[in-house]
């Protein structure tokens, strides 16, 4: 990655909510959680986004890309977009971060939201728009295969035999079964 590429993060609560971030400068800016990424090496990337994800009192469980060739970003660079569709908030009070607020908006009432932010004189960084859109069309896609994962595992367990969880016995054979 060049020097000057960013990573920003759509993150996704188990309460169906994605942080965004408003600038206390200027007008006000919504933005995604976002990070420069600097140095080269594998893995140094998600390294960045983990510790951006951790300043703001998160913990993600799975990062996925959706943006895969990046977006140019005016400055020579480019941008990638992630989604962390398992965000956890870390236990305790959430970190001050100087300029920065965090709001975490509904999913399904994020683009009313932005319109009305916008309409109340804040701007609205276009990769705000392009995440939600992204995350829109993959987090089906990705419930789905996590979904089918589980039940296969599920099944090849009843197979085997192998108790789902400790002390719990398997459910009998109904009669209508048979």
Same mark, same amino acid.
């Given at each position: 990655?060049?020097?000057?590429? $960013? ?11 994605m ?5 206390l400068?200027?007008e ?12 080269v090496?594998e ?12 300043a703001?009192?998160?913990d =993600?469980?799975?990062?996925?890309t ?9 400055s ?7 989604? =962390? ?12 971060l ?9 999913v ?14 804040a ?5 705000v ?6 995350v ?15 039940l296969q ?8 035999g192998?108790?789902? =969880? ?7 054979? $109904? =009669?209508?079964?048979?």
């Open positions: 990655m060049d020097p000057r590429d $960013s990573m920003h993060v759509v993150g996704l609560t188990c309460d169906g909510e942080p965004l971030l408003r600038t400068t200027g006000g800016e919504i933005v995604l959680p976002g990070v420069t990424v600097t140095g090496g893995g140094c990337d998600l390294l960045a986004v983990d510790r951006l994800l951790g703001l009192g998160y =993600a469980r799975e990062l996925v959706m943006s895969r060739y990046g977006i140019p970003d005016g020579g660079g480019h941008s990638s977009i992630v989604m =962390a569709p398992l965000l956890a908030r870390r236990k305790g009070r959430r970190p001050a100087p300029g920065l607020v965090v709001h975490e908006i509904p399904a009432d994020a683009a009313g939201w932005l319109r009305e932010q916008r309409g109340l004189g701007r609205v960084d276009p990769k728009w392009v995440g939600l859109l992204l829109e069309r993959q987090f089906p896609g990705w419930a789905r295969e996590r979904l089918s994962a589980s595992d599920l099944r090849r367990r009843r197979i085997t192998t108790a789902i =969880a400790p002390g719990i016995s398997r459910p009998r054979e $109904s =009669a209508r079964g048979a």
